[in-house]
């Protein structure tokens, strides 16, 4: 399974659930990979991997360098992860004139030695975007629970639809998680509600609570499951984690 | 004066502040034009024009239709928007082999009959980011005080310098806005002090609260200071709009 965590809208928590999401899954005994294609390089961070020591990351693999060599351990068994490297920013005009652009990253992640791999994605929807939504098999796609989030949500949907029609047949929404949800907030439950409506059964069941912990976690540099195990954004992770393994092993 | 609001950290508060400082410049008596140059087209969501009413608009401009036939009314007197039109999403792609295409926007900005013209950025280094950081003559960039905004701060703040020393030598960092803070989160006062040391005076005074009826507001279609005058988000803006002002005018 290859998971891609991506909304084009910024700041909904897509780094926060790969990073909890990968953590998670290892503790299970899953071999996992997590990838940052995000130039701005959250997840790397979010592991304590320092700006000075990525250099070789995902635009390194990117442009042919064997994954192995680009592949970092994470300090937590069975979780490894490729860094967002510097050059990343400027992938998108480096790709444009490269063979076979958009499929760099697919055919990097062949035979793989990983039962999962999750790619954390940036806000927005270029090359980088593409590729790795033409190397995925499934897609992730956190919805905060605040106004605005359900505006663009057809973006990403219709070209969900689009590089599956035309780069990746296997592609598919894997599911919508909620996302920061304050119960002090009755704008909360109104985007729930509209986004259980629009996307039915794929909405997971684990809604996400708005919890500062999550934030202290990445500032320390790992997972909230290893920071504040017992607090509501960690409990809500570990349920996610369940349902995203429950629902892979579905046909 | 011709204000990009920018950074490519996604969810800071960039639509938040370019709408609520549009509405409060045009209170005070300033002609003000807000152009939404992001896809998601949340800017143009929180005046309240709907998604099938956004046919000519910055898509459109950029491609040549005269800046008057793309511009609306917003209902807030001395306060017109150009919306992001649904083109929009494929301009990264179609702008690519157009003449001068960096310069599209300036060269359509020129002798617009407005005092202060806003421009609401995607979450992303594009071409259409480009072109607004051509067109700009300063760049306000919002910085949410959660852990992980100053983390990618370089890039936007390389990108202005890259700019200035290319394509646009006018182009200044007017400011930088502490958004989203709140007192209960020991991490928002740790934010506020990095960036302060980072930004020096460059950091406005005005620091905007964590305030839901920022959120509900845009749920309305209308600005915060119709919306609920009294609340901590509404009165924080106003101060923005006078320091932004008490900053213009200053050589
Ligand atoms: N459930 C939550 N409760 C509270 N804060 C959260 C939660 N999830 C994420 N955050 C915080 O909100 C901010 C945005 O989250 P995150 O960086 O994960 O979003 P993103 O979608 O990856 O952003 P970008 O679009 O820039 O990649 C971060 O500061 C993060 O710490
Ligand atoms: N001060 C605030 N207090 C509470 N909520 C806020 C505040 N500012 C913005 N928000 C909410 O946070 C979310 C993100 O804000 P906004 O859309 O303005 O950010 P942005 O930087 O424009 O996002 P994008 O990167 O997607 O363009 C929105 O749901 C908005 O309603
Ligand atoms: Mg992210
Ligand atoms: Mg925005």
Same mark, same amino acid.
Not at 33 to 54: K, M, V, Y
Not at 140 to 159: D, S, Y
């Given at each position: 399974?290859?998971?891609?965590?991506?909304?084009?809208?910024?700041?909904?928590?897509?780094?926060?659930?790969?990073?909890?999401?990968?953590?998670?899954?290892?503790?299970?005994?899953?071999?996992?990979? @997590?990838?940052?294609?995000?130039?701005?390089?959250?997840?790397?961070?979010?592991?304590?991997?320092?700006?000075?020591?990525?250099?070789?990351?995902?635009?390194?693999?990117?442009?042919?360098?064997?994954?192995?060599?680009?592949?970092?351990?994470?300090?937590?068994?069975?979780?490894?992860?490729?860094?967002?490297?510097?050059?990343?920013?400027?992938?998108?005009?480096?790709?444009?004139?490269?063979?076979?652009?958009?499929?760099?990253?697919?055919?990097?992640?062949?035979?793989?030695?990983?039962?999962?791999?999750?790619?954390?994605?940036?806000?927005?929807?270029?090359?980088?975007?593409?590729?790795?939504?033409?190397?995925?098999?499934?897609? @992730?796609?956190?919805?905060?629970?605040?106004? @605005?989030?359900?505006?663009?949500?057809?973006?990403?949907?219709?070209?969900?639809?689009?590089?599956?029609?035309?780069?990746?047949?296997?592609?598919?929404?894997?599911?919508?998680?909620?996302?920061?949800?304050?119960?002090?907030?009755?704008?909360?439950?109104?985007?729930?509600?509209?986004?259980?409506?629009?996307?039915?059964?794929?909405?997971?069941?684990?809604?996400?609570?708005?919890?500062?912990?999550?934030?202290?976690?990445?500032?320390?540099?790992?997972?909230?499951?290893?920071?504040?195990?017992?607090?509501?954004?960690?409990?809500?992770?570990?349920?996610?984690?369940?349902?995203?393994?429950?629902?892979?092993?579905?046909?």
């Amino acid at each position: 399974m290859i998971l891609a965590i991506a909304n084009q809208k910024g700041g909904v928590g897509k780094t926060t659930t790969a990073t909890n999401l990968a953590a998670g899954l290892a503790a299970r005994g899953q071999r996992v990979l @997590l990838i940052d294609i995000d130039p701005q390089g959250n997840a790397s961070t979010a592991f304590g991997i320092h700006r000075n020591e990525r250099s070789k990351g995902t635009y390194a693999v990117l442009l042919g360098t064997p994954l192995a060599q680009a592949t970092r351990p994470t300090g937590i068994k069975g979780l490894d992860m490729v860094p967002a490297d510097p050059d990343l920013a400027g992938a998108e005009i480096e790709l444009i004139n490269v063979e076979r652009r958009e499929f760099r990253l697919r055919e990097a992640l062949q035979d793989a030695p990983y039962d999962i791999i999750l790619i954390d994605l940036p806000p927005s929807l270029t090359l980088l975007t593409l590729n790795a939504l033409v190397a995925a098999t499934g897609v @992730l796609v956190p919805l905060q629970c605040e106004f @605005l989030a359900l505006e663009g949500i057809t973006q990403i949907t219709r070209t969900i639809e689009a590089i599956r029609r035309s780069l990746n047949p296997k592609l598919r929404l894997e599911g919508v998680v909620l996302t920061m949800y304050d119960r002090r907030n009755n704008l909360s439950e109104l985007v729930a509600a509209d986004a259980r409506t629009f996307f039915n059964a794929k909405v997971f069941e684990t809604v996400i609570p708005r919890s500062v912990r999550l934030s202290e976690a990445q500032s320390h540099g790992r997972p909230v499951r290893d920071y504040d195990p017992k607090s509501p954004g960690a409990v809500a992770y570990e349920a996610l984690v369940d349902e995203v393994l429950a629902r892979e092993t579905l046909p």
